[in-house]
């Protein structure tokens, strides 16, 4: 069965300072890569996703992710949060290449950003 | 479009009492999911729908039921609700060729 692993459940940032959150995942065949992100009280939205093509990806608000096939690893980055990047962030995969998982997506257990201002 | 839409928002039950939580989406997507959030588990797949008229097991089926009632709509069923059931609980609909899932905004759901 997939998982996906992020290593950093609670990260505390000054506002100004660069993030990089780590996600993993252990299937080694084709995959979607998906970052959420759930604000306090809030649904999940997306932040980004990555299919094919450039493996640096950008998604909204000044967030990117990177994807390194050899490393099984798509780990989002932000060079200066803001407090309002306070939120929970959930990395996940799927594949388009399961037929009967076709569209499941699998989700890390979150990391929660908490930024100071 | 109002995209996913979940009733209850909120919602308490006693042991043993049952329950339907509704999900709505309004996108015209074929596939739904019900997953339930936890404190430190991220989300949990409880069970999704392929199509109309097709629903399949998840990680955490156990406890729970479903039906695919249209294209539009699919609901999550507590026969006898247990403490453990204590969870936010999603809904997610997906658009078939980018796999993106559209999340509602929850049902916090307390059981006691």
């Known amino acids: 069965a997939q998982s996906v692993s992020q290593h950093n459940h609670h990260v505390i940032l000054s506002e100004a300072a660069s993030l990089e959150l780590g996600c993993n995942y252990s299937?080694?065949?084709?995959?979607?890569l998906f970052w959420y992100v759930q604000y306090p009280g809030q649904h999940l939205q997306l932040l980004l996703k990555?299919?094919?093509?450039?493996?640096l990806v950008k998604g909204i608000k000044g967030f990117e992710a990177e994807f390194i096939k050899s490393k099984f690893s798509f780990n989002l980055r932000k060079p200066s949060v803001q407090w309002s990047d306070t939120a929970e962030y959930f990395c996940a995969v799927t594949h388009p290449d399961r037929g009967s998982t076709l569209g499941r997506l699998y989700f890390g257990r979150g990391t929660q950003l908490t930024v100071w201002p | 479009n109002a995209g996913v839409t979940q009733t209850p928002k909120f919602q308490v039950l006693k042991t043993g009492q049952s329950m339907t939580l509704q999900c709505a989406q309004d996108m015209n997507h074929n596939s739904m999911y019900w997953y339930r959030q936890d404190p430190g588990m991220g989300l949990r797949l409880i069970y999704y729908s392929a199509s109309e008229g097709t629903t399949d097991k998840g990680e955490v089926p156990n406890g729970y039921n479903v039906s695919r009632l249209n294209k539009r709509e699919f609901s999550l069923r507590l026969e006898s609700a247990a403490p453990s059931q204590t969870s936010v609980y999603f809904c997610a609909s997906r658009w078939d060729p980018s796999y993106e899932q559209y999340f509602g905004p929850g049902t916090r759901l307390t059981v006691t």
């Open positions: 299937y080694g065949g084709t995959v979607n």
């Open positions: 990555y299919f094919s093509g450039d493996p």
